[in-house]
């Protein structure tokens, strides 16, 4: 996976050993995602699918998109649709997406790159493959997390922040074994440059086949580890996992993930998503784009989203085929 290499992981800050009296965090659950389709029709892998909110808060859902190799003319996006009450982050690990909204946000993603959108009190926007991609095909593979935001926050302006694979800070273990890319949150006093309004944490791990890695997690965080791809265990008690595999982890200081040694010979090692945040432990009432706290804010959204309160599709925007006007 291309997604933030390294020449040479020994270079890098180690992330230091948990002491002596910390607590490995137990399995509480393992589940395997069901693959289903998203926006026009692109695979994904629904991670978080039959576990319980409680477990999961402040996160409420998460797809795995591809891997997928298209032909030409394959790939796919989303087409206009609307958000409101959390925060949707998309990271990218192979290929290329463009991310338009109706406050002004926007930009291209690729290798290692993520778009974190802050939906607040409400907009419209689209996610799609340039049109050089739709073209060409090729690989794609990339993750879309939805963050919620506490009932103090849901009204916030929109936002969106542009997070460069350049700017994730990089770190490994003491014998090098492990490339941890620190997205959003902080570890061993080293920040990911993702600004959230949830505390939270999220990193993307390769460990190296035969590696262990061993993280010191806040303890009032949650601790979630996705499998991208690969095999290994997770655990004082060395639960095995692979690919499509969500594990809940219960309370403690550290995260321990094992690296199988013997994978696919195309993969580097195992992939993992490390996912943790301080539950907000708030009433969720959801309903397709929307999560708000009661079911009359939900419908209230879909009343605004149809009077055209949430935003219109900005005028600069051309769909992909058209050479000439703005869509309407």
Known sequence: MPAITVADVTALA???EPGPTDLDRRV?????????????????RRAFAGVDLRDLDPFLHMDQMGEVEYAPGEPKGTPWHPHRGFETVTYIIDGTFEHM??????GTISDGDTQWMTAGSGLLHIERPPEALVASGGLFHGLQL???LPKAEKWVEPKYQDLRAADAALLTTGDGGALIRVIAGELAGHAGPGSTRTPMAMMHATISPGAQLRLPWRRDF??????????????????????GQ?????????????????QESRLAGLDVVVLGGLPIQEPVAWAGPFVMNTKAEVMAAFEDYQKGKLGVIPATYVPHGDLGGASS
């Not at 509480?28 to 994904?44: D, K, L, N």
């Not at 949650?222 to 690919?243: K, R």
Request: charged share 15%; glycine share 20%.
């Open 101 to 106: 909204d109706s406050h002004g946000g926007g």
């Open 28 to 44: 509480r659950s393992v589940t395997t995602a069901p693959v289903g389709y998203e926006g026009e029709g692109f695979p994904v």
């Open 246 to 262: 969500l594990v809940v982890l219960g309370p403690g200081d550290v995260v321990t993930v094992n690296g199988a040694r013997h």
């Open 222 to 243: 949650n601790a979630l580890v996705y499998v991208l791809s690969g095999a290994g265990s997770i655990g004082p008690d060395g639960q095995p996992i692979e690919t």
């Open 14 to 16: 180690r992330v230091p």
């Open 146 to 148: 939805w963050v919620n």
